[in-house]
């Protein structure tokens, strides 16, 4: 019992201590966003430095007044919302086809997915910018939102869901007149809400903290998302190390607030099916 | 038996309305990119005189042979891959350990392991490149606080990758360690009763029980870490270009670098495709060698009479 508590404690102790240690750098992003102090990063001499005199928002507030970060939030609202949205419809539908519906031809489009699936994104982006170019969506929203509405993995987490749900249920309804698309949305959905968060976070996480593809697709200014932004704002001009670090911490906050809210959802998503990169 | 062809009519056509947005986004942004990269690698199309594309077969290919930058990015790439995989896997491991605990408040210990991965790879990229600063940068100041002559870090060829390695463990370990964590508390509580029976001590029970219990867990993590690690790009684009002297050039960079600011679209083709074909290449590499395990394990039960 005696050795029980003391491990208890070792491990309430190494934990602290390496949660700290992880932790460092976002804490003192933070706690960076508040200082006043109007040192550019390079005229940094000493730990002191770093350590604010008192607290200030006004970091925070030059960063929405010297660029339109609220523009650049909406935008990004707009760009996961639609992508979220268009995800959920297209790849459920085709998962719960896949699933429930014993079409011609499923088998073969089962196995299609699940090759396609190792397709790396990296791999292609060159000819997909090609293609959006000769759509004509470039540097539109719809250059970064229908791309992504298509996901092999998605399709195959919304299978996967769907396989456990009673044919009995979707024969009742059926029986019942119910046609094939209100029997999917009025009875199949409403079963399959924690998938749908699942999928939500998920996108909605990974589309906030896109990179590659917005920079690549979207050039002028009044289209680009917070990441670009923050790029764009911490390479562009000489500004103070608390402002930059405040436009650090204001597209960080959004984001832990969405997963501090879903996390039970995020996390269920990547530990029992967690195969987004493959 | 006219009756189920007309049933089976309506169930196709159901099934393949239900496809249907799927197989449009699909095929326009997925199947037709790939068939495209496949045809453009076997030309010199330029992005600025796509009227003068010819057909090369395969002198893109050979030409990349040839390519030295190209054999210093598949080198750059092999050595991130080489160390982040394991230590990466390793850290996450342990961080499972660490937090596989029942005891009250936990959850902020999660979290904090867990923070780095939900903050985007821009924003961490940004925040360490000004801590590895040469003037001002928080790793210089701890060095010279010890006494060491501070280091050029991302400025410096030799330390460059190491200094994206460190920050990209740190930033993803916490992914790997959600996936452990559930794997170990898959692990039935008997066998480690049982072995406390036995009197086994910790290490025996870590080594006898944990790590054969996770065995397949621990391949996916390691398959995902692989996976990602390959695509190593925005930490080198943003932090240091690619250099300095090409020293932290990837392939994905390589792909990005003559596909899109070159617009060498042929050329970039030609890369995307040996770099597609490596996955492939690995995952039936993967599932040959999961069968091949399979198979033996099989026969050796059928010698030894399964034991």
């Known amino acids: 019992m005696r050795r029980k508590k003391i491990l208890k404690i070792v491990f309430y102790v190494v934990n602290t201590l ?77 998962g719960y086809a896949l699933a429930k519906i014993n079409f ?67 024969e009742a309804a059926e029986i019942d007149g119910s046609g094939a698309f209100s029997t999917y949305f009025r009875i199949v ?36 998302n917070v ?30 607030v969405v997963f501090l809210c879903l996390q039970k959802y995020y996390i269920e998503g990547i530990a029992t099916q967690g195969i987004k990169d493959m | 038996m006219k009756t189920t062809s007309v049933r089976q009519k309506c169930i196709d056509r159901t099934g393949w309305l239900f496809m249907l947005p799927a197989i449009v986004f699909g095929t326009v942004f997925l199947i037709v990119p790939i068939v495209m990269c496949f045809l453009y690698s076997f030309s010199d199309f330029y992005m600025l005189r796509p009227e ?58 999660k979290l904090a392991y867990f923070a780095p991965v939900i903050t985007s790879m821009t924003v961490v990229s940004l925040l360490f490149q000004l801590f590895y600063a040469r003037d001002g940068g928080v790793f210089n100041l701890l060095l010279s606080a010890i006494g060491v002559p501070a280091q050029g870090f991302l400025q410096d060829e030799s330390q460059a990758m190491f200094c994206i390695i460190f920050m990209s463990v740190w930033q993803g370990a916490g992914y790997q360690m959600i996936i452990f964590l559930a794997g170990l508390q898959g692990v039935p509580k008997e066998l480690y009763e049982a072995a406390d029976i036995d009197a086994a001590n910790a290490w025996d029970k870590f080594t006898h029980i944990t790590l ?29 270009s690619g250099g300095p002297n090409d020293s932290t050039l990837t392939v994905v960079y390589y792909i990005f670098q003559k596909g899109m600011s070159e617009q060498l679209v042929g050329y970039g083709s030609a890369i995307s495709m040996l770099f597609t074909a490596a996955f492939i290449l690995a995952s039936v590499f993967k599932n040959l060698g999961a069968k091949g395990i399979g198979a033996y394990k099989k026969y050796r039960a059928s010698v030894l009479g399964g034991y």
Not at chain 1, 110 to 119: A, C, D, E, K, W
Not at chain 1, 138 to 155: E, G, K, M, N, R
Not at chain 2, 61 to 79: C, M, P, Q
């Open chain 1, 104 to 170: 011609k031809g499923n088998r073969l489009i089962y196995n299609f997915i699940v090759i396609m699936l190792i397709i790396p994104f990296e791999g292609i982006t060159l000819t997909l910018y090609l293609v959006v170019k000769t759509l004509g969506i470039l540097d539109t929203p719809f250059a970064v939102i229908l791309p992504s509405l298509f996901s092999c993995f998605y399709i195959f987490m919304f299978r996967q869901f769907f396989l456990g749900v009673p044919t009995a249920l979707i």
């Open chain 1, 227 to 256: 990441q670009i932004a923050i790029k764009e704002f911490s390479t562009a001009s000489p500004y103070h190390w608390g402002t930059v670090m405040a436009s650090l911490a204001v597209v960080t906050v959004p984001v832990l």
């Open chain 2, 212 to 240: 054969p219990s996770i065995a397949p867990i621990s391949s996916f993590v390691f398959v995902i870490t692989l996976v990602g690690a390959f695509k190593m790009f925005t930490q080198s684009y943003i932090m240091t």
């Open chain 1, 18 to 94: 390496v949660g700290l240690l992880f932790l460092f750098p976002l804490l003192f992003m933070f706690l960076s966003a508040f200082n006043p102090a109007r040192t550019l990063p390079t005229q940094i001499g000493s730990f002191g430095d770093f350590l604010p005199e008192y607290l200030t928002a006004s970091n925070l507030v030059s960063v929405f007044t010297r660029i339109p970060m609220l523009k650049y939030f909406g935008n990004t609202l707009l760009y996961a919302f639609g992508t979220v949205l268009g995800v959920l419809v297209v790849n459920s539908m085709a």
């Open chain 2, 52 to 109: 003068a594309t010819q057909t090369v077969w395969f002198d893109n290919y050979v030409a990349l042979f040839r390519d030295e930058i190209f054999g210093k990015a598949i080198g750059n790439t092999l050595l991130f891959v080489v160390i982040v995989v394991p230590v990466q896997c390793a850290l996450a491991l342990g961080l499972a350990l660490l937090v596989n605990r029942k005891d009250r408040g936990y959850g902020i210990f």
């Open chain 1, 189 to 224: 959905v409403p079963t399959a809400v924690p998938v749908f968060i699942t999928v939500f976070i998920l996108e909605f996480i990974g589309k906030w903290g896109d990179y590659y593809w917005p920079m690549l697709t979207l050039t002028s200014e009044t289209w680009f």
